[in-house]
């Protein structure tokens, strides 16, 4: 059962490490944990956890640790540093084991830095939509409207409550000719942009 626990730590898809609480340096650590520091299992089993910390200080992880050895489990972000020095967004849990007489702090965390970048990537596009001053309507593939800007709302006079779940073609003045819409559906569909 050994032999296999320890294969399974080993192999685990994210880093797991354990940390000795009085000192704060690392007991084990598994392949994950190498990887995506840079270091070697050497390296790790000589550092301690102030050593790749790009966020907490000493009192803050000290108190962090404090909190789990007295049972709370933590379940945070975290910044690291890497052997290269630069950082990488951690998603970190933290729990306390108790094994042979002695409490050992137990960390298993993923590496977030991309996730992160991407809901800010994300975020920047949601305010250049939600501040453009052109009107802007999100609809679903069944004409239902799902957002529109401030811009829509501005220059429509319909409510963002008037129109959500609503088809655009409540907008129709009927002064437009059939044939414009006809293109307009004909170009969507083929998945281009109309004018």
Do not use: C, H, M
């Given at each position: 059962h050994q032999a296999l626990m320890r294969a399974v730590i080993e192999e685990a898809p994210y880093a797991i490490e354990v940390v000795d609480p009085g000192d704060f340096s690392f007991v084990t650590v598994n392949a994950a944990a190498c990887r995506w520091l840079g270091h070697t299992r050497e390296q790790l089993l000589g550092m301690t956890l102030f050593d790749i910390q790009a966020r907490l200080?000493?009192?803050?992880?000290?108190?962090?640790?404090?909190?789990?050895?007295?049972?709370?489990?933590?379940d945070?972000?975290?910044?690291?540093?890497?052997?290269?020095?630069?950082?990488?967004?951690?998603q970190l849990r933290a729990c306390a084991v108790h094994l042979k007489g002695r409490d050992y702090l137990v960390l298993a965390w993923n590496d977030i830095t991309a996730e992160k970048a991407a809901l800010a990537h994300s975020r920047k596009l949601s305010l250049v939509v939600e501040q453009s001053p052109s009107s802007v309507i999100i609809a679903d593939l069944h004409g239902n409207i799902e957002y529109v800007n401030d811009a829509f709302v501005q220059h429509t006079g319909y409510s963002r409550e008037e129109?959500?779940?609503?088809?655009?073609?409540?907008?129709?003045?009927?002064?437009?000719?059939?044939?414009?819409?006809?293109?307009?559906?004909a170009t969507l569909l083929r998945g281009e942009v109309w004018h």
């Open positions: 200080g000493q009192g803050e992880v000290a108190e962090l640790t404090a909190q789990v050895l007295a049972g709370r489990s933590i945070a972000e975290n910044r690291y540093r890497r052997r290269d020095g630069s950082e990488l967004d951690v129109a959500i779940g609503r088809n655009p073609r409540f907008l129709k003045s009927n002064k437009t000719p059939s044939g414009t819409y006809n293109e307009l559906w």
